[in-house]
């Protein structure tokens, strides 16, 4: 059964940081690419960051490019988003999700993600 597990999601002030956790379990992590998405009740759910299996290949989203960092640690099955300059607009439920295929790159697209956390309230107070 695979199970990924956010955390690290609350309440800040704007211009402050978080840094959101992803445990994996039920799959061979070093294997997988990950994604980070997010969604708000007015938006559709949209994407974030991901990084690819190897870790070598990163892509951002235009919102969050030089604020948010994402990483992965394969020895403790854990993806990280490091959260930085926070704004209002990035209040949202976030979620991590791991792709379909094995050894592949960072995907923008949430169809090519099979699992999914269960998400991790960010709000960002202004």
């Known amino acids: 059964q695979v199970q990924l597990v956010e955390s690290g999601g609350g309440l800040v002030q704007a211009g402050g940081s978080l840094r959101l956790s992803c445990e994996v379990s039920?799959?061979?992590?070093?294997?997988?690419?990950m994604g980070w998405f997010r969604q708000t009740p007015r938006n559709e759910r949209e994407f974030v960051a991901a990084?690819?299996?190897?870790?070598?290949?990163?892509e951002y989203a235009d919102s969050v490019k030089g604020r948010f960092s994402i990483s992965r640690d394969n020895a403790k099955k854990t993806v990280y988003l490091q959260m930085n300059s926070l704004k209002s607009e990035d209040t949202a439920v976030y979620y991590c999700?791991?792709?379909?295929?094995?050894?592949?790159?960072?995907?923008?697209?949430?169809?090519?993600?099979?699992?999914w956390g269960q998400g991790t309230q960010v709000t960002v107070s202004s």
């Open positions: 999700a791991i792709r379909r295929t094995t050894h592949s790159g960072p995907s923008r697209h949430g169809y090519e993600y099979e699992y």
């Open positions: 039920g799959r061979i992590f070093s294997w997988y690419a």
């Open positions: 990084i690819s299996w190897s870790g070598d290949s990163i």
